[in-house]
């Protein structure tokens, strides 16, 4: 038996719903802060949940717009980039979630509890679980839909597949291109409902 294909990913929702998602958190409260900018980073930047939640401070540079993930699957580190809303979301959560968070100055983990500890990875599963409800279209929302969303929604804006494989720290081009696999039929769904002859 060869090697077996990748699964395609179900589920991913499109750009608008994934938008709408991503303004649930409630910005009047310090976990919805957090929670935003947890949201945000997970889509902008297509990490996985423990990418996440490994970042420290000095991981992220919001100047340039980049994260640092030190120890992605395999143990390989990357540098991605880092989307404006996202950037926007992490310095509101800096200035004023976290410092309410923080218990201990010492520490370094970015994404703090309310106890002031690092998010663990039920942590992460809980934000998501706590926001996807409130939609049909969202209930099966994880963090790695979130990362497929990054992809394919890049795709879909004509991104290099190359670049798509750089930012999700694959090693091989064949996992990255199962979103080729997706894309096809997302484009014959949409020439089917707005083509005057289809």
Not at 14 to 32: I, M, Q, W, Y
Not at 74 to 88: C, D, E, F, N, S
Request: aromatic share 6%; proline share 6%.
């Amino acid at each position: 038996l060869g090697p077996q294909r990748p699964k395609l990913p179900k589920d991913i929702p499109d750009e608008k719903t994934t938008t709408a998602f991503l303004n649930r958190p409630d910005l009047g409260r310090p976990d919805g802060v957090r929670d935003r900018a947890v949201l945000e980073l997970l889509y902008s930047s297509g990490l996985r949940n423990k990418e996440l939640r490994d970042l420290c401070l000095g991981d992220v540079d919001l100047r340039n717009k980049l994260v640092r993930v030190r120890r992605g699957k395999g143990g390989k580190g990357r540098i991605v980039p880092l989307g404006i809303k996202a950037t926007q979301a992490i310095q509101r959560y800096l200035e004023t979630s976290r410092p309410r968070h923080l218990k201990i100055q010492e520490e370094s983990h970015l994404f703090l509890t309310e106890r002031g500890d690092p998010l663990k990875e039920f942590n992460v599963r809980w934000i998501i679980i706590h926001y996807r409800h409130t939609s049909e279209k969202t209930r099966k929302m994880t963090a790695h839909t979130l990362r497929h969303a990054c992809a394919l929604h890049m795709l879909r804006g004509g991104a290099p597949i190359e670049a798509i494989q750089e930012l999700l720290g694959h090693r091989r081009l064949s996992t990255t291109q199962i979103y080729t696999r997706l894309y096809p039929k997302d484009l014959k769904d949409t020439h089917q409902k707005y083509h005057p002859r289809r």
